[in-house]
């Protein structure tokens, strides 16, 4: 039970948001909002558990971290911003959800899709910590650019919030993995420990996405085509344009491993902290702009695992009759 939600997302997060929404119109869930905060941290931090520093400080892959820190914040945040401006002039919220999201890049799932891909996995943790860390220093006066003019933004109190929900969660997770460490190999940490990290950290989504939604229930009835239909509208853009852009790129300047890293090093952006964020810090129509997100997100990662994995399929297929045609001309 306690696994289930980690494991079937795209059916979670649908059934939270429908559920959140009906108990929204008929109960006050306002109490609610003042908790998330601590659940963020609380949900941030299993997904902390197991990074170490030398992993990220390794000087292989420069070339791929270089490239993926120029798309997470430039063309990611460059792209958010158009889309926001033309589509969410008059829903600032909702544009502060959209360009949270854009800012903070690669989580668990960067790594988990790299691994199953057969890509460099080494590399994925590298591009994980690193656009993190870097994501959380620049956020907050990206936010200032982005949607400064439409919403209030206090660079101070999203620098704090980022600080709670990121720094402190990265340092309590490097401890306890250490002192786990100290009883278990690595080995055993991934057998007994691994599994149910991903699992805390859905639990945790869930108490925001349903907080988010039910609070905000009462107003998406009085305005649902233009919150639901515009918002889902803009986060398919986002995402669709994010990975033909970077499937592009990475076809042109790197070796399919290392390729397919990049392609998850930048398409997948950090929604548990994202939502986190944009909650605490711009209410509840930022958070349901990243909830919708979570709807799109895991789905795209599947579908282009599911298409690397086929275009291999073909491609060692026809590897296999030009070796044959090769045989029989030979004879």
């Known amino acids: 039970m306690f696994l289930l939600p980690s494991k079937n997302l795209t059916l979670t997060i649908p059934l939270v948001l429908l559920t959140g929404f009906l108990v929204g119109l008929q109960v006050d869930t306002s109490g609610l909002q003042k908790y998330i905060l601590p659940v963020t941290i609380l949900m941030i ?21 270089f490239s993926s820190l ?29 360009a949270v999201a854009s800012l903070l890049p ?31 220093l620049l956020a907050p006066w990206y936010l200032l650019v982005m949607v400064g003019k439409y919403i209030p933004v206090d660079v101070l109190t999203v620098l704090k919030t980022l600080t709670m929900v990121v720094i402190l969660p990265l340092i309590m997770g490097t401890l306890t993995y ?11 940490f991934q057998a007994k420990f691994k599994p149910y990290l991903p699992a805390a950290t859905a639990w945790g989504a869930i108490y925001i996405i349903f907080t988010s939604i039910s609070t905000n229930a009462h107003r ?14 803009v986060q398919l853009l986002f995402y669709a ?3 033909l852009g970077v499937i592009q790129f990475s076809r042109y300047f790197f070796n399919r491993r290392d390729g397919i890293t990049l392609v998850y090093g930048t398409a997948l952006r950090n929604l548990s902290i994202s939502i986190g964020l944009a909650a605490t810090a711009f209410g509840a129509d930022a958070a349901l702009m990243v909830s919708l997100a979570f709807l799109i997100q895991g789905q795209a990662a599947a579908w282009y695992l599911r298409f690397i994995q086929r275009k291999a399929v073909i491609g060692e297929y026809c590897q296999s009759g030009r070796e044959i045609e090769g045989r029989l001309k030979a004879r």
């Open 220 to 233: 998406i009835v009085d305005n649902i085509e233009m919150i639901i239909l515009v918002a889902l509208l």
């Open 45 to 65: 931090y299993p997904t902390m558990i197991g990074f170490t520093l030398g992993e990220v400080l390794r000087p292989n892959n420069k070339r791929l971290l």
């Open 70 to 98: 120029a798309i997470n914040f430039i063309f990611i945040p460059l792209l958010a911003y158009v889309l926001g401006s033309l589509f969410l002039r008059h829903h600032p919220g909702l544009f502060a959800g959209l």
């Open 178 to 188: 250490r002192l786990l460490l100290r009883k278990y190999t690595p080995e055993e």
């Open 241 to 243: 344009i994010n990975y």
């Open 106 to 136: 690669t989580s668990n799932m960067t790594i988990a899709f790299t691994m199953f891909a057969g890509a460099n996995v080494a590399a994925a943790i590298q591009l994980t910590v690193v656009g993190l860390i870097t994501g959380s």
